[in-house]
């Protein structure tokens, strides 16, 4: 396991107590760099969605208990936030939440000549993920070649 995978698993284990007893629900974590400097973060929601308070008592808490487990080598900033409306699909629930919805996917080679799809999401398992198209086309996608996978939104 690479030092940002265990650093992401171990903020998850230490981070799933609080959010359980807030009912709230952790989205994902990710140890990034950015213009030089790390970030751990925590990415958290609730149904009608989360606020700058929950993530300000979330973050809170947090702090303090990596302050005493001190398990991250590099100086780095810890944040809590909101998934946003563009989050990617990555984990088993966030399928189920968004059957039945439209997801865009964009690929990472051309199919016929287009990177970008739009459709409602029929069916997924481990290895691919299905959308039914507006003319009523099932189109199946093998995860490797999805670069990414979110709700479609209009604006």
Known sequence: ???R?????????????????????????????????????????????ITVNDCEAVAREMNEILDREDFVEDSYVFEVSSPGLGRPLKKEKDYVRSMGKEIE???????????????????YDESTV????????????????????RLAFDF
């Open 1 to 3: 396991m690479s030092k």
């Open 5 to 49: 995978e265990t650093y992401e698993a171990r903020t998850e284990e230490l981070i799933t107590p609080i959010l359980e007893r807030m009912h709230f629900e952790l989205v994902d974590v990710e140890y990034v760099k950015e213009g030089g400097t790390w970030y751990l973060r925590a990415y958290i929601d609730k149904e009608g969605g």
């Open 105 to 123: 996917i964009r690929t990472y080679r051309a199919i016929n000549r287009e990177k970008e799809f739009y459709g409602i999401l029929s069916a």
């Open 130 to 149: 299905t959308i039914e198209t507006e003319n009523g086309e099932k189109m199946t996608f093998e995860k490797p070649d999805i670069a990414l996978i």
